[in-house]
């Protein structure tokens, strides 16, 4: 129900006025009615966009203006994750922990681990394999969360021949299935 008939039925108990055919007093409530309307779909509009949740548009752009890098990710669900992520770096976020907290800001499953080697980590993309697309991005928002003093390198997933061996395949059924070298090594 519109707002023209949510007055109609206000004055309608009154008895008063002719709702049902006045022209004047119809094409009032009409006006006012849609005026209400256009109000009420703003309003519901900026609660909506307002809500890092429920943000679909505006909402989300506003915020990743906020920062200096902007999440790679062109999802709403993933574009919230990744404001999410971004809005939890603080003073505190030196730990391995909080970094990994935090580096899903750019908009892609990665994680931080330490090495063997003292002040050096290492950054994986656990769910892609290859380089990520829009990696230049990616790199400079992690690097950015990542602590200064710290050296990182990124390591890339790419299928082994352990791997290969393990599920059986020969290379009749990689030729089989039209591999590509590029596109084989990505089948992970």
């Given amino acids: 129900m519109g707002y023209t008939e ?3 039925s206000l004055l309608r108990p009154l008895g008063i006025y002719d709702l049902d055919g006045g022209k004047i007093i119809g094409a009032e409530l009409a006006a006012e009615g849609a005026a209400l309307d256009s109000a009420a779909a ?3 509009n900026a609660e909506r966009e307002g809500i890092l949740t429920t943000a679909e548009g505006e909402g989300l752009s506003l915020r990743e203006a906020l920062y200096a890098r902007r999440p790679v990710n062109e999802s709403p669900v993933l574009r919230r994750q990744a404001i999410a992520a971004l ?3 603080g ?3 030196f730990t ?4 990994n907290k935090t580096i899903d800001g750019c908009g892609i499953s990665a994680l931080a681990e330490e090495t063997d080697e003292y002040g050096l980590i290492r950054v994986i993309f656990p769910e892609t394999a ?3 697309a829009e990696f230049e991005r990616i790199s400079e928002i992690i690097l950015d969360i990542i602590p200064c003093h710290l050296e990182t390198y990124f390591y ?4 082994t ?3 290969c061996e393990a599920f059986g395949w020969t290379w009749d059924m990689v030729e089989a299935a039209k591999h590509t070298w590029e596109s084989f090594e990505l089948a992970v």
């Fill in 6 to 8: 949510y007055l109609r």
């Fill in 42 to 44: 703003r309003v519901a």
């Fill in 87 to 89: 809005a939890m770096i």
């Fill in 91 to 93: 003073n505190d976020s």
């Fill in 96 to 99: 391995l922990e909080a970094i």
């Fill in 130 to 132: 290859g380089v990520p």
């Fill in 156 to 159: 890339f997933r790419y299928l």
């Fill in 161 to 163: 021949f352990d791997e």
